[in-house]
């Protein structure tokens, strides 16, 4: 973007100040260091806020490693960090990079709150659009611009119990959801507080996350819910719920707590994705593995939920061409995420290192491979609210308080309202 | 001059106690009530967030906001929630207080124990009781059905007919010290001497309860019922931490709709719309507590 | 039954009803010693199978818990200090007279309670940042916070000083003593219990003031204990061992000293000032 000279000059007004300052507290701290123009960069995402995460580890050493540009860091919880920043950009306090969940990402793209990468990237010796999965990439992309950089990915797949499977005499793991049903059936015992499957269809982002997959399955997508696919596939995991072979608390429990109780061995099945895999190899007692999401019929279209962040530049930053080196520093530390905070790269060209830890590597084999598949939410500046009728819907028909096929319905005529604004 | 006479007379000075007070709450809550219903009548987006004048719309938002299919699910799951809790932190506060003013060893020690849910975070009571209230690992159930007072796992937070009942009774758990405090402090004030004199006229328990101590209380329970009902509708920790508004907004109610609009479907104005709509409930709980205090005794 | 033995029964009664009432707290700090699939274990264990107490040293070492503490009470004690010193007044005044205009008073400090601090802090964001307030960010939310628990405050208050005899204040009035005068050495002294009792309160329910505070407070050496809870919901993940180890560290002190003060909380309350 073209800022003309005024906005330059501010610029270098600006920086002459903080130099200055910057050089009066240096100079007061070591004696004749020269003063020297520094750039700040405001980098908001919700690492580091429990635990190093990728943002503000990377953050810091760009900071360490570049004398001229100070890199200030904000950690923000997950649930916060959308609406502080639209807070910080309605009052001009927004940060110069972000980093949003990637549903959340086109709510900031398509208003033109994010800049335009497009050519930097086409001009970039370190970024390129190729390396990325098609997925990820859609989702920092707009108008066939690109306003952003996939952070890191991840996925949902099916965990499941070896040692009850082995029990039950299933040899396979299901490979549609009919056949899940039946197995559920046959793993379920309710003598040893044991459910069949786990899933999360609670009432947020975390029950559209597990069942968008299933309408993608059956030829839908984000604008098209009321496919008969999806409705048959609601009515397997409503007699699921209805014949006690799953919980019928799905319907309140996050993915973190449903796949809980596939740990502690109260459920034979789960569906959730690579990061409960630390978790699990940890306090599940039992041998287990994971198969890829089943399909609606055998052989089947796949799909799987797209989940992880992107980066983006707002387009109110001051220090665009700054702002863009940190970005390329961020992607070119990508082949460490994986080791350093077990992220997986949205990227095909980056080889997960084999941790030694067997099925940590076999599970993540499997989510490799389901990435493929994994299909973007949106993009659409209104994703929250699309994403509140599908999980409103969902809802609807596993309580019986609507037939499924009325539920989607009902969710596609809210949606229509959506997309034809 | 004048005016410091006028202070040392009197009216001067009760303008200025209340003044500074009235002038400190305008400006820091009755300047974003009025930037809400600003809000409520305008079209909201992301760059027009801190602006106050925005394209108006009339009651575009108020339409939209009744034509939602959950309005009046939401509506009819509010009245429960306040009805519900209120009614649950009023009488089982309203009991223990009473319980706590006789005369035993250890009365004033037990009672301060009651207290604990007012130094709760919200945050960390709705965590605890979503442990409590798990359908399967839930300690509530095994409670219950060790009691024989159910046979099979109820899912407090998942059965849609259950699923508002849930949050009522983690908001009455949470509110309940606030209850029994208020009415313990309205039970001390009635003087004794009316007691003994009933007693003396040969009146039992029942009948000087209803002949003295509910007329006495008068001006407690209306500050009680009006401060539980802002507190009620105000209620929000729970929410996220029990059900988030499900099964498909059977325990969705105002305050947190008004919530959920606004900072997860960031449609602004028609958050600030329903928060405006619970303003109606709050001019009837202002209406009682203002009525209630005509009945006051000075001491 | 004879009589001598009511008061035991009663104790018993006392005690069986705290259990209950307690129970949720119990259950917060079990689960914090649980491991983490334990605590989704069915049935549920009532005593952990292996309490790992080390939970506690883990999160007070991964978060700055003595900072974030310091500043929770900072700000709670800014919130109580500001109510305190504009409530009373308030509260005093609207406990003197009875009229109309006593009732639009009242009636006005209750409907500006009206809005949830989640549709407040928009607004109040953006005002902050235009008068330049976010620079400070602690001050701005003891400033907002403190518009929040004005109104439980005025109204708790203005029952202490109904409860002053009116006779006391017009005694020192015929003596001599201006209004002023009367309020601070006469009417001031006798609510002191009730106010310092309401003070208490405010300060507990300060301390864990979250909203305001998440949006105004940006660096986290100056956010409050309840700001750094948050941290432990992750976008795929709840860390309840860790939530409930935190909020046990964090809520224990203020037990701590509720059970110390208790006695006198609710004697103060409850005594009212002068019978």
New interface residues.
């Given amino acids: 973007m073209d800022r003309g000279p005024r906005a330059a000059r501010e610029d270098i007004m600006q920086v002459t100040k903080f130099g200055l300052l910057a050089g009066l507290a240096l100079g007061a701290l070591v004696a004749a260091t020269p003063a020297q123009a520094q750039v700040t960069l405001k980098v908001w995402s ?1 690492d580091g ?3 190093p995460g990728i943002a503000d580890t990377y953050s810091k050493e760009f900071d360490d490693a570049n004398e001229d540009i100070v890199v200030e860091y ?2 923000i ?4 960090i959308v ?2 920043t639209l ?1 910080a950009f ?4 927004a940060p110069d990079i972000v980093s949003f ?1 990637n549903p959340d990402f086109a709510l900031f793209s398509s208003r033109g709150a994010m800049l335009d990468i497009t050519d930097r990237v086409a001009n970039s010796e370190i970024v390129g659009k190729a390396q990325y999965f098609d997925g990820p990439l859609n989702s920092v992309t707009w108008d066939g611009k690109l306003y952003g950089l996939p952070k890191y990915t ?1 996925t949902i797949g099916l965990f499941y119990n070896k040692d009850l499977f082995a029990k039950a005499g299933i040899t396979e793991p299901p490979s549609t959801w009919t056949e899940l049903a039946d197995a559920a059936a046959k793993l379920t015992d309710p003598a040893n ?1 044991i459910y069949g499957v786990t899933f999360s269809a609670r009432a947020g982002e975390e029950g559209t996350f597990q069942f968008l997959p299933i309408i993608q399955m059956s030829g839908g997508g984000s604008n098209k819910v009321n496919t008969e696919g999806a409705a048959a596939v609601l009515d397997i995991w409503k007699s699921l719920i209805d014949n006690g072979y799953a919980s019928r608390d799905v319907l309140s429990l ?4 449903s796949t ?2 596939f ?4 459920a034979a099945m789960a569906i959730s ?1 690579p ?2 895999i630390d ?1 699990m190899v ?3 007692k039992f041998d287990w593995g994971v198969a890829l999401l089943p399909t609606i019929e055998e052989g089947g279209q796949r799909s799987s939920a797209l ?1 992880g ?1 992107n980066w983006g530049i707002m387009a109110n930053t001051q220090h665009p061409d700054e702002a863009f080196r940190l970005l390329e520093y961020f992607v070119d530390q990508e082949d460490r995420i994986f080791a350093d905070f077990g992220n997986l790269p949205a990227r095909g060209d980056i080889e997960l290192p084999v941790t030694g830890v067997t099925k940590k590597d076999e599970a993540l084999k499997v989510f490799q491979e389901q990435l493929q598949y994994a299909q973007p939410r949106g993009p659409h500046p209104e994703w929250q609210k699309i994403s509140k009728a599908i999980y409103d819907a969902e809802q609807q028909a596993l309580t019986g308080q609507m037939s499924s096929m009325d539920a989607l319905n009902q969710a596609q005529a809210t949606i229509d309202g959506i997309y034809n604004q | 001059m004048r005016f410091l006479n006028a ?4 009216v001067g ?2 303008i ?3 003044g ?3 002038l ?10 009025v ?2 219903v600003l809000m409520s009548f305008q079209q909201v987006d992301m760059f027009t ?2 602006a106050l004048f925005r394209p108006f719309v009339g009651f575009d938002n108020y339409v939209a906001v009744v034509r939602q299919p959950e309005f009046w699910l939401v509506t009819r799951n509010t009245l429960i929630f306040v009805f519900g809790s209120m009614t649950g932190q009023f009488v089982l506060g309203f009991a ?1 207080a009473l ?2 003013a ?15 849910s ?8 709705g ?3 979503s ?2 209230l798990a359908g ?4 509530l159930n ?1 409670i219950l059905r060790s009691l024989g007072i159910i046979q099979a796992n109820v899912f407090w937070k998942s059965d849609p007919a259950f699923s508002i009942w849930a949050v009522v009774i983690a908001n009455i ?1 949470l509110g ?1 010290a606030f209850n029994m ?2 009415l ?6 009635i ?1 004794r001497d009316l007691y003994e004199a009933a007693e003396l006229d040969g009146a039992n328990a029942f009948q000087r309860f209803w002949t003295i101590t509910l007329p006495m209380m008068r ?2 329970i209306g ?1 009680v019922l ?2 539980g009902l ?1 507190g009620t ?2 209620q ?2 729970l929410f996220p931490a029990l059900t988030e508004g499900g099964p498909a907004n059977t325990s969705n109610v105002a ?1 947190f709709w ?2 959920q609009l ?2 997860q479907l960031y449609d ?1 104005a028609k ?2 719309t329903v ?1 405006v709509m ?2 109606l409930l ?2 009837f ?3 009682i ?2 009525r209630s ?1 005509r009945h ?1 005794v ?2 | 039954m004879t009589r001598t033995y ?3 029964f ?2 018993a ?3 069986g ?2 259990a209950i ?2 129970f ?2 119990y ?2 700090y079990v ?1 914090s010693v649980k ?10 264990t ?1 005593w952990p199978a292996d309490p790992n107490i080390g939970v506690f040293g883990d999160v007070w070492a ?1 978060r700055a818990m003595p900072t974030y503490l310091w500043n929770s009470v900072v700000i709670a004690g800014g919130v109580t200090a ?1 109510t305190v010193v ?2 009373t ?2 509260a ?3 406990a ?2 009875r009229n109309v205009w006593i ?1 639009i ?16 802090v ?6 902050f ?1 235009q008068i330049g307030l ?1 620079n400070y960010p602690r001050t701005a939310v003891v ?2 916070a ?3 628990a ?3 405050f ?3 208050v203005r ?1 202490t000083f ?5 006779e006391l204040e017009e005694s020192a009035l015929v003596d001599g003593n ?3 005068g009367a ?1 601070f050495s006469i009417v001031l002294p006798l609510a002191r219990n009730g106010i310092l009792v309401c003070a208490i ?1 405010t300060f ?2 300060a ?2 003031e ?2 305001y505070s ?2 105004i407070i ?3 050496v100056l956010q409050p204990a ?2 750094g ?12 061992n ?3 180890a935190y ?1 046990a560290i ?2 224990t002190p ?2 701590a000293i ?2 110390i003060l ?2 006198r ?3 103060g ?7």
């Fill in positions: 919700i806020v429990d635990r904000r950690g919880p997950f649930d916060e609406n502080e807070r309605a009052t001009g306090n969940d991840d507080n996050g993915q973190w707590d809980g109780a740990n502690s061995g109260n994705g990061w409960e978790r940890e306090d599940a989940g962040f | 202070l040392r007379d009197g000075f009760d200025l106690l209340v500074a007070a009235l400190f709450l305008v400006a820091l809550a009755g300047a974003p009530l930037y809400n967030l801190g223990l319980f706590f006789q005369n035993f060893p250890g009365a004033a020690t037990i009672r301060g124990l009651f207290l604990v007012w130094v709760m975070p919200g945050l960390v009571v965590g605890i009781w442990l409590i399967d690992y839930g300690v095994v758990w309940l405090l208020l313990s402090v309205g039970l001390a004030a003087p001006p407690t500050a009006s401060l802002i509708l105000q929000f920790d305050g008004s919530w606004s900072f602004f958050g600030a928060s619970m303003f709050v001019l709980a202002s209406v507590y203002v205090t006051e000075r001491g | 009511t008061p035991w009663l104790l009664v006392a005690l009803l705290a009432y307690l949720p707290v259950w917060m689960t491991s983490g699939s334990e605590i989704f274990s069915n049935p549920p009532f991964r500001i504009l409530g007044g308030c005093y005044v609207l003197r007279y009732d008073g009242l009636f006005c400090v209750l409907m500006l309670q009206v809005l949830p601090a989640s549709v407040m928009t607004p109040l964001f953006v005002g940042n976010l400033l907002a403190a518009a929040k004005m109104p439980f005025v109204v708790l029952a109904m409860s002053v005899p009116r201006s209004r002023v309020f309160l507990m329910s301390f864990g979250y909203i998440k949006s940006q660096s986290p309840s700001v809870l948050s941290g432990f919901l992750g976008p795929n993940s709840t860390d309840w860790s939530i409930m909020s964090y809520v203020i037990l509720f059970v208790q006695r909380i609710v004697a309350l409850t005594s009212g000032a002068l019978k």
